[in-house]
């Protein structure tokens, strides 16, 4: 946790860190308001599934997580089931 600390210190003193992706990794969506688009699979959770839905509009770089996810999901779901996916 200290080193974790110690690194995000550095980049924003550095101007590397991104602030809004840093505070979506750490808290997930905090919105109240519901997701319109069905949960495509049952071993997706319903927070996981509205996550997903903010993460794909938080910056370019993760646009398109929705329909890989969605157009891969066994593969997904392999990864998910994962003992260890990282």
């Given at each position: ?71 891969n ?7 998910y ?6």
């Open positions: 946790m200290y080193s974790f600390q110690m690194v995000t210190m550095i980049m924003d003193g550095d101007k590397e860190l991104n602030k809004v992706e840093m505070d979506f990794f750490l808290k997930g969506n905090t919105s109240l308001e519901a997701v319109e688009a069905k949960k495509p699979f049952v071993w997706l959770s319903e927070n996981g599934w509205k996550d997903m839905q903010k993460l794909n509009g938080l910056n370019e770089s993760w646009h398109g997580v929705v329909d890989n996810v969605t157009k999901g066994k593969a997904w779901q392999e990864w089931d994962h003992e260890s996916p990282e």
